[in-house]
Each structure stands twice: as C-alpha cells, then as structure tokens.
C-alpha cells in the first residue's frame, strides 16, 4: 500500500497519454500487528486471488479475468458467486460464507487490515467458499465476464460527505454498467448506506436506468437537493420528496460499523436493484 491521501490513479491510454482515475478510496497503509501477520501468512495462499498486477498495486493485473470457468477452478464448484464490495473486517461476509455453503463468496478489500482480518476469520471456520481479492473493485468488476455473479453487495461504502467529492462515491452510472455486466438475468445489486445523501444519490443514479428494476417496497421521504458537511443542517428544511427502497436484507449481519450508526441516530437506507 502506498502511505497517504491520493484522489486517483495514473494510467496511460493506447496513446501513451496519461489517464486520471478517480478513486473510491483513500490509499493508506495499515500496521498488521502479530496476529494478523500470521493470519496473511498461513491463509494468504488459500484465499487471496492472484488478481494485482504486483505487490502493493491495487490495479488488476493485465490478462486477469473471472468468467464461469474461472470460478469452478478458483473456488472448485459452479456454486452461484457472490461478490461483496468493501468488506471491512470481514464480519459480514464470513458470516455469510458460514450460513450459505451452498454459496461461493468473493470479498472485495483494499487495506491492508481489513483483509488479513477477513482471512483469519475464514481460516479459523474453515471456509472453502470464500475468496478475497485486494484490488480495485471498479477496476475488478470491469474484469468480470457477463453473468458470471449472482449477487453484488456494497454496504455502507464511503460516503465522501464533502459536495466536491462526491464524484469518488462508487456507486457512479459506470460503475453500474460494469456491475450489470458481471449479473446474470435476474442478479441483484444490493446496497445499504446510513447516510440520507448517499441514500438520495443511489437513487439519482439507479432509478432511472433501464437495465435495473428497484424491487423496494418501503416508502422514504429524502431531501431532493444534495447536502455536504457544510450544510447538512439544512437538510431537514429543504424540499423533500418520497422514494421507494428496501426493507433491511436479512443476509446481512449487524456489524459494528452499523451498530455505531445506529447508536447515533442514523437511519438505514435499504436497497435491491434486480438486473433486467
């Protein structure tokens, strides 16, 4: 990992010019204490995918791909492929891995941290239907061949409160074709986030495609102009109007991260996009 804040990526088009890439992230390196340097070290070669282009790169390595045979080598069964984007600690998604074995589980994570965690959680269940790939996940979905996915989960993905940032937020008309790419007829984007404009830009960008039917059931009332930590005060005043999400999804696990939003007030904005 590379130490400090970077608002994207070089890379270099056909060309030989310079491309900027926005990322969703901020590129931080992370001190893996003992018990996390054993975990990479004994599971490393059981669950993280080769799939960086190098070590301490978190681009996908050129050549890399991930279609229905790939999964059947990788994860050895045709078992539906989740995938879930951000998976912090690895709480939700191990847990996942635990309940459904008739599953096979990718968990997308950049830091460090987050996933020798993951792993240590996964070796010490045992898990043979989980894998984890450290890399970009714009950059990974694009690598996914057409209806190779059964799920994608993002779940409390980083809301970039600041209005000038928030074009890193992930969720971007982009990125939502490369994740209707990777779902196959009938695949479910799945997303949750505890911030009200967060909640107001997924709908900005998902409601209106034609490729993804929203399948929510409860009703919300949401500001209809956009609010940043300069002026979320004034979210409560601003013209507000109704929109349609989902009721909590059951498959996922009460993490810490979402007991602290909980603690503080926020509400859990729910959604399930089915791809069409």
Do not use: C
């Amino acid at each position: 990992m590379i130490d400090g804040v970077s608002g994207g990526s070089e890379r270099s088009d056909s060309g030989g010019r310079p491309v900027h890439r926005v990322l969703s992230f901020v590129r931080r390196s992370g001190r893996l204490d003992a018990r996390l340097r054993r975990a990479r070290e004994n599971y490393g070669s059981r669950y993280l995918l080769d799939a960086s282009a190098g070590a301490g790169s978190l681009d996908v390595r050129p050549g890399f791909s991930l279609g229905q045979s790939d999964v059947v080598r990788l994860w050895g069964s045709d078992r539906p492929l989740v995938v879930e984007i951000g998976t912090g600690q690895g709480e939700n998604v191990v847990a996942a891995a635990q309940r459904n074995p008739e599953t096979n589980f990718l968990a997308v994570e950049v830091y460090d941290p987050g996933v020798a965690h993951t792993m240590l959680l996964a070796g010490k269940s045992g898990l043979d239907n989980l894998r984890i790939a450290q890399v970009n996940a714009t950059d990974l979905m694009a690598a996914i061949a057409p209806g190779t996915v059964a799920e994608v989960w993002t779940f409390f993905p980083d809301p970039w409160p600041k209005m000038r940032h928030h074009k890193r937020r992930i969720v971007q008309p982009a990125f939502a074709d490369a994740v209707r790419g990777s779902l196959g007829e009938g695949g479910v984007w799945r997303l949750a986030t505890d911030i009200e404009d967060y909640a107001l830009h997924v709908h900005e960008v998902m409601d209106g495609r034609g490729d993804f039917l929203n399948q929510g059931t409860v009703t919300v009332s949401l500001p209809v102009e956009h609010v940043g930590k300069g002026n979320a005060q004034e979210a409560a005043s601003l013209p507000h109007a109704d929109f349609v999400e989902s009721e909590r999804f059951a498959g996922r696990v009460l993490t810490n991260f979402e007991r602290k939003g909980l603690r503080s007030g926020r509400v859990i904005h729910d959604f399930t996009y089915r791809a069409v």
